[in-house]
């Protein structure tokens, strides 16, 4: 394993910068109703229509929590073979904002749900274990919506109360490569369990990313910066490029780096100090006098524990050792639940290795291109599974295949039904093919003379004669076979 | 019946039960002797026409099953009722009517008692004396000019003047036993955890609770046994067996060990009270109970941490009063400016001045010098009261340092404000109950209170002592009407 192909330096002059790169992931737990109240979480609603006396903070209102939260952020922790605190305590986070209706965000400071875990990623050069510091659970805050008065700032409640959970990692990241393979990974584990959708466009995934510089080589951290709220893979990317190259510039013109809270600005490509250290709020964190310190019980943890599926990692493991696939195509295949329980479904009835070439291939390749999920596929499980086996079992060549394929990608239609109906089916009745043979042969014969005295290269000429005469459907073959009988 | 508003509770629901008093007659009667007493400030909303309407109502079907049948009832403004204005005593809720109702009220009136109206108090209940209200000054009935203790100053200066028979009030640090002691009423703060805290405008949470105010222990023992109940909407809430306080209710109290904690003897303490504080040990050797000297080492801390807890958990319980949603709201050039003019006109000064203080000891460099040590000293105040419960069923020490003092008086030296609290607030911190009655008068004829504290979860023993003594004290308040003209 070479592990400087893929390392990620940048230089300048003589000198070598290594990026250390942290990320603090906030997930929206999937659930129907909030953290502390029975409001729905449903995204898209009207403003302000998702909002209970106790989200929109009335005096006199208390929080209580979301048992069916608290087993998924347990979960979401053991997915991440993460160490669950069995007792932890809910604080209050102070600070005044118009779409924060208490004046303080419920979270979880010093005693979290979830401790230390780690996260494996799949690089090209191997793998690489990701730290997980903590997970814990908080409540998201309202929206200011600044753009449709010139004057007034409009604010919708529906999201104030929304669980998160904050995932923070160690500064284990040295790559927006890693980056990428990192938020990927979390969600598609998130995605098994059913914690959060990772949808990124509706919020449900956001992510603070902390980044330093060091000279390579050294074991001191640089000083950070925190770049907040980024809500895309492409930016954190883009981010991080661009802060870990603002500071290495600093650094090479002598100066130092500020820590400091920063702003990606997507339309410039750029980050922009937001506050520095000395304008930090001072949060004011103290327990939540309103709640008690959240306590789990082991049983609790364990019939958790059983309702956990099999999870990325130990399916890629399940694949590569029982289907013998390879490490690249097991990692592609459980990249979400979805796309493994539908190659499962696939290979129920039909080859493995064809099943896999057909979905990494053709199938993904199509769903791309009509920019379409796997649950969205025309093509549904069972139908691929046919396909194989009619290419399989001779019925059809894989050339001919990729026609019905396309057939079936137009919806989803049964590939014996299309074969038949379009009079696809492959021959392979040896002595009808002997008399298409014998008909091109015949009507070629000063070129049949000439390879019968050494001009070999011409039998490709008859084969691909005898396949335009057939249409394409003749058993390649048997063609092969029954062209060196008779030339 | 000309003398309604001098029956108890007790008599009340007796008489309307028996079908003597309509509860239209109660309620009128009521409201009538309110109406009249407008001078004691003690209401901020009155709602007298529609509590005569539900009377009238009540009396149409009367179900005499219930607790409080028709029971015309004023409570604290600091209970959120439903579609009736709930200020807390500030102006920044001065325009805020709630379309909810607290848990402790819905259950009052799931007992067929009637709203009245809302009872003055201290801004957001932080203070002694009732002077702190938005809505002014509450006049004590004992005398002209004389503070009827707080937070809850409307409530007991209502139920002493008989403008109800019976109240709520809130208590955080005193707030219902300090007032209650300055009236010559009953009052009980139970343990933390026994009422819920729903619709209740938060003060502090850990030490806020509700409880009864009453003109006697009977009274006080029923009213506690209609609002205490478990609540799944307060995750502070305990469902622990509750007893049927007012059934239960008995003098006999022999053998009942009471202590007496020596750190109670505070320097300066008026000699009036420490006679009276005798007298009430007197009193309980003749209910046959056994007094022994217990210690309580940790007292001498309980105020100034007191003054760092609850200052801490207000100015975190009282951000949501920004302007934004609902409540007062001063024009500003931008949200800081807004925010800043809406709380700096909004909240009085008492109020700012305890958020200032629990800004600060909950801000980064001080929590651990302040707060931190603050929660640790609280564990120490209530390890001093599981010792001593291992020795007594209760403790026995004056309500408060002094009688009533004059409006005024005090308003200019907040910490000589602040002792007035300094044997109530133990016992919030500690959550435990406790209650004061009623034990003789000072020099001027104003009344002092003795205050019971009993173990967690054990109202039902400390009214038993209460209303045992009671008995021997055989209290009278002397009330004038002064300010009926």
Known sequence: MSKDKSEYLINRKDNQYEVVIGLEVHAQVTSESKLFSTSSTKFGAEPNTQVSLVDAALPGMLPVINEYCVKQAIKTGIGLKAKINKRSVFDRKNYFYADLPQGY????????????????????????????????????????????????????????????????????????????????????????????????????????????????????????????????????????????????????????????????????????????????HDYRYFPDPDLLPLEVSDDFIEKLKLEIPELPDEKKKRFIEKFKLSPYEATILVSDNETSNYFENVIKKSDVKLATNWIIGELFAALNEKNLEITQSPISAGNLSKLINLIKDGTISGKIAKTVFEHMMEGDKDPKKIVEEKGLKQESDPKALEALIDKVIDDNREKATEYKSGKVKLFGFFVGQVMKVSGGKANPQLVNEILKKKL | MSDITKQSLSELIKNIKDKKLSSTEVTKAFVERSEKSKELNAYVTEDFSAAIDKAKKFDENPNLDLKLPGIPMAVKDLFCTKNVKTTAGSKILNNFTPTYESTVTQNIWNEGAILLGKLNCDEFAMGSSNETSFFGCVQNPIDKDLVPGGSSGGSSSAVAAQLTPITIGTDTGGSIRQPASFTGIVGLKPTYGSCSRYGIVAFASSL??????????????????????????????????????????????????????????????????????????????????????????????????????????????????????????????????????????????????????????????????????????????????????????????PSTPSS????????????????????????????????????????????????????????????????AMEEKINFKNKITDWWIK
């Open chain 1, 105 to 280: 965000q419920i979270s979880q400071f010093k005693d979290p749900i979830v401790g230390e875990g780690k996260v494996i990623l799949d690089m090209p050069d191997g793998q690489k274990e990701v730290g997980i510091e903590r997970l814990h659970l908080e409540q998201d805050a309202g929206k200011s919506i600044h753009d449709l008065d010139p004057k007034n700032t409009f604010v919708d409640l529906n999201r104030s109360g929304v669980a998160l959970m904050e995932i923070v990692s160690k500064p284990d990241l040295r790559s927006p490569d890693e980056v990428n393979a990192y938020v990927k990974k979390l969600r598609s584990i998130m995605r098994y369990l059913g914690t959060c959708d990772g949808n990124m466009q509706e919020g449900s995934l956001r992510a603070d990313v902390n980044v330093s510089v060091r000279k390579k080589g050294s074991k001191e951290f640089g000083t950070r910066c925190e770049i907040k709220n980024v809500n895309s893979i492409k930016f954190m990317q883009m981010a991080i490029e661009y802060e870990a190259n603002r500071q290495v510039d600093l650094i090479e013109d002598g100066q130092s780096i500020d820590q400091e809270t920063r702003l990606f600005d997507t339309k410039k490509n750029e980050t922009r100090s937001m506050r520095s250290k000395e304008d930090a």
């Open chain 2, 208 to 397: 806020d609770q509700a409880g009864p105010m009453a003109q006697n222990v009977r009274d006080c023992a029923l009213l506690h046994e209609v609002i205490s109940s478990y609540d799944e909407k307060d995750s502070t809430s305990i469902d622990f067996k509750r007893n049927n306080y007012f059934k239960e209710l008995t003098n006999n109290i022999k053998g009942k060990k009471i202590g007496i904690p020596k750190e109670y003897r505070v320097d300066g303490m008026p000699k009036e009270i420490e006679d009276l504080w005798k007298k009430g040990i007197d009193y309980v050797k003749d209910c046959g109970a056994e007094i022994i000297d217990i210690s309580l080492p940790h007292t001498n801390y309980a105020l100034p941490t007191y003054y760092i807890v609850a200052p801490a958990e207000a100015s975190s319980n009282l951000a949501r009063y920004d302007g934004v949603k609902y409540g007062f709201r001063a024009d500003g050039e931008n949200l800081i400016d807004m925010y800043e003019k809406t709380r700096s006109e909004g909240f009085g000064a008492e109020v700012q001045r305890r958020i200032m203080i629990g800004t600060y000891v909950l801000s980064s460099g001080y929590y651990d010098a302040y707060y931190l040590k603050a929660q640790k000293v609280r564990k120490l105040i209530k390890n001093d009261f599981d010792e001593a419960y291992k020795k007594v069923d209760a403790i026995l020490t």
């Open chain 2, 404 to 467: 009533a003092f004059k409006i005024g008086e005090k308003t200019n030296d907040p910490v000589s404000m602040y002792l007035n609290d300094i044997f109530t607030v133990p016992v919030n911190l500690a959550g435990l109950p406790g209650i004061s009655i009623p034990a003789g008068h000072d020099a001027k004829g104003y009344p002092l209170g003795l205050q019971i504290i009993g173990k967690a979860f054990d109202e039902q023993n400390l009214l038993n002592i209460a209303y």
